[in-house]
């Protein structure tokens, strides 16, 4: 149980373009999605926290224009990155929560999803 | 606020040895604490968890972490290293006030197992 999927797990695209990334529970309901992005060599930062039917909230620092995260059913947010370029290239790991239970303080995540723009 | 600090980014040991990998956490209230691990351009598995319950905690693959409250560490080991376990090790903590329910995470310990 408790699995997370998202998708596309590789994609490669333009500079100016906009890609979007889905991450799905797909055994659970989860009120409660996190983004990350993870550059080479380095740590999980934590870019926004995403509760189902209502705006993200962003981390200091995140652009929420550039970001966009739409949370839009218990089972689905999406991260679109919009106008790409060559430094937004990273790996994007989200993960889940699961409001019931007794894994209510654990999150669950994804495979990952790894953005090269040229 | 809540940090977590892995000391040493690269830990090597020969197969069979004991794996120690430290982790130090800062929170304003009573943690939870976790530890996950990445292999190459995947994303993180759960090792074991610390929710205030035992502070010995036993976890998969033979992995184990004890919570020091005094010490303020949530220190990994296991017995002995298999080669499988080669990959990257993070420790999280998620803790209250504003950052309830957010994982926090160390800097990552690589670790290197020799045959």
């Known amino acids: 149980g408790a699995v997370v999927s998202q998708h596309p797990s590789r994609v490669i695209c333009k500079s100016g373009t906009s890609v979007k990334i889905e991450c799905r529970s797909l055994d659970f309901q989860a009120t409660t999605m996190f983004w990350y992005r993870q550059f080479p060599k380095q740590s999980l930062m934590l870019m926004a926290t995403?509760?189902?039917?209502?705006?993200?909230?962003?981390e200091q620092g995140v652009e929420k224009d550039k970001f966009l995260i739409n949370h839009a059913s218990l089972t689905l947010s999406t991260l679109t990155v919009t106008s790409a370029h060559p430094e937004d290239s990273s790996f994007y790991i989200c993960s889940a929560r699961d409001a019931s239970g007794l894994t209510y303080n654990e999150q669950f995540f994804g495979p990952g999803t790894r953005l090269t723009v040229l | 606020a809540q940090s977590v600090t892995q000391l040493g980014s690269h830990v090597s040991v020969s197969e069979g040895a004991l794996v120690l990998l430290r982790c130090n956490y800062s929170s304003s209230v009573p943690p939870y604490l976790f530890w996950y691990v990445q292999y190459p351009n995947q994303g993180l598995q759960l090792l074991l968890k610390y929710t205030s319950a035992a502070t010995l905690v036993k976890g998969i693959n033979g992995f184990e972490a004890e919570f020091k409250k005094s010490e303020t560490s949530f220190h990994l080991t296991k017995p002995s290293a298999h080669m499988s376990d080669a990959a990257e090790y993070f420790c999280?903590?998620?803790?209250?006030?504003?950052?309830?329910?957010?994982?926090?995470f160390g800097q990552g310990t690589i670790l290197t197992v020799h045959p």
């Open positions: 999280a903590v998620s803790g209250g006030g504003t950052s309830y329910g957010k994982l926090t």
């Open positions: 995403s509760n189902e039917g209502s705006k993200a909230t962003y």
